[in-house]
Structures are given as structure tokens and as C-alpha cells.
């Protein structure tokens, strides 16, 4: 599939867009308005000639920092400056280009995890050049991710990945397990023809960083068995920079305490694990007014937090990354830039009232030019756009 061009119009307007942003942050060291005016003359003599432009180093490191500071949904965004990003956008021209690629992800993990002292990064990959297909995309929704395997009876592993595990047992993949938390295969789509999927964690078990869950006093609930991986790294999310996408650009952070023990382990239509939780306590499960799941989701959130702590590894929670977000916000403002947000995002699944973003309004417009945004996944069949701000 090719994908249609934005007008040349619209690139040079995105790219002026992208750079006014820039300079509206003096404290990075923006370029002078000289030097961005005669960059966009020479974007716009590259457009004329080839219907794209290429980013030098310092816009894509910047661009890809603007584009997680403008993630609406995101409530790790105080770190924005900080974000490592790495100029892959020639691996997919080598001959070995398979190995290259997944060699730079396991390194990409690897630098990320840090012994457990987590730092963000994003790995930037190829363009797309408008009218062509993507040089390289892949399957995967993260690098990291659990199984789920469709039994007669129900799913053994994670809901949320039935379908993508059936997609790669059809592409060849034969799983050596089939358990709870057996771990996804890469699959790799170089000019969106797909590769054979590869087991990389059966090679490299050490790259999975998982954290087995115990809780601080509960013994019972140790004997659950539960356990999540250390480091969330997307991989299915399309990078745009001053009018050019970038289909793939695996990034990660870390993670929220609540995204573990409050959706993944705990919502019905996932792991759904907080029956088996109160029983751990010998709570009343006959009605919800003994409010048994919402005692269940503390402690289930406290085994989180205490087992990451434990392990060394950085967790956030959300009364401090919602204290972090607000220290963000406030700065923003001193800066008269409007912080825009997703309030049902920024909130947390537990507890929301106890954190500032919840007293907060937020608007929610999306910036078009420099974000990270949904896009259909390359191994599904093409659905029309949904329409959804969010999404490319
Ligand atoms: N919510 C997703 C998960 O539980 C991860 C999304 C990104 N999260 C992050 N902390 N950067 O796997």
C-alpha cells in the first residue's frame, strides 16, 4: 500500500509550524529566526524536487522531544527534554538489514533498562517518502508483550494479544510454550512485505526484564504467580515531525504503577487476576458493595510498587507523576505556553481525585505537525481512517 501525499503545501506549512514551535522554546537553544528562515527556503526547493525533506540530526532530536511533549495523553511528559533519539534511518538500506534492525532494538532495550535505572529513547527509523511503500515497519504493538492464546475455554495469557498471536502462529511462528506470560516473537515488514517472525527471547531471555509481583505482607499472594515486564517500548505508533511521518519509531518510558496493577493484571477483559486477589485476603466476592475489587486493586497496586522498588527498577506511581505533571504544567504557563492534555488519560484508573490532574481542565487539541499518532497496523488488512484526532 502507498500512502497518499500530503500536498506539498501542507509539508512546508507543518514544517514552518514545527520550527515556530521550536523558537517558542528559548530555553533549548532554538535556531535564530535567520537560520529558520533560510532553512525553510531550502525545505522548500527539496519538497519542489522530491515531494519530501530530510530532517538534519538536531531537528529529528529535537522534533521527536516535541513530539512526546505534545503527547495529550501521556503524564510522563516532564521529561521530554531528556529523551535519547537514535538516527537509525539508513539501517533498512543495509544487505543484513534484519539483523542490523533487531541488533538495534535488543540494543535499544538494553540501553533503556539500564540495569533498571530506566531512560526514555526513541530509535528512529526511515521515512516515509510520499507515493511509496514503508521501508520498514514491524508487527509488533510493543517489543515487549505477552502471548494470548485462544483455548476452548477461554485465553490463556493476555486478551489484548489473541489476535496478533494467531497472526503470528499463521505467518510460522511456533511458540515453545504456551503458558501465561509467554513472550511475542518480532516479525519485521521491509516495504510492508513481511518477514518469518523470529523468537528473539528464547536467544536473549535476559532482554525480557521481568518483575515477579510479591506484596508486602501477604504471603498467599505471593503463590499467584503473577509477574509483568519492566519496560513499555511501542512499537506500532507513527512519529510526525514537521510534516514527515516516520512509521516507525519505537520509543519507551516506564512505567505507572496503575498501568500494571490497574488495567493489564486487573481489568475484566485482560489478565482479570482481582478474584483471585481477594481470595488471597478471603474477602466477600458475593457482591461488589463490599467494594472487594477496589480493596483488591490497592493491594494488587502496593505488590507493584513494593516488587519494581524491590527489584531496583524505576516505577513511577501516580501521586508522583501526577505532582511531576502539575510541576510541568506550572512551568509551561510561566512560559505562556498552554499545556494541552486528555484529561481522561492524564487520570489514573485508582484514585483519581487524590491527584492534581484530576482539579485540572485541559484542552485537548492535537498537534498536527509533531506528535506521535495511531496508525493501522501494517499486518492487519487497511481500514478507513477512523477519523480520530489521534490517529494519522
Ligand atoms: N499502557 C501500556 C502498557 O501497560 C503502555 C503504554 C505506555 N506507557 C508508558 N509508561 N510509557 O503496557
Redesign the pocket.
Known sequence: MTHPAASQSDVLSEARAFFDEWVAHPEVRPPSSETVQARLREIALELDATGTYTHRFEELEFGARLAWKNSNR?I?RHLWRSLEVRDQRSLHQLPERESATSNALQSHINDAFRGGKIKSIVSVFAPRTPGKSDPVRMANH?LI?YAGFQTGTGTTGDPHSVEQTAHFMQAGWKPKTQDPFTPLPWQFYWNERPSPPQDVFTERPELLNEVTLVHPENEAFNELGLKWYAL?L?ADMALKIGGVVYPFAPF?????GT??GA??LADETRYNFLPDVAKCWGWDTSSNRSLWRDRSLVELNRAVLFSFDQAGITI?DHHNLGTQFEAFCAHEQSQNREIKGDWSWLNPPISASQTPQFHRDYTNDVCPHTNFFYQAPIWKEAKPSSGCPFHL
Do not use: K
Request: hydrophobic fraction near 20%.
Open positions: 501521556c510522563g510493543q508483550r513499555p511501542l519507551n518510558g516506564y512505567y505507572m498501568e500494571i488495567r493489564n513511577g
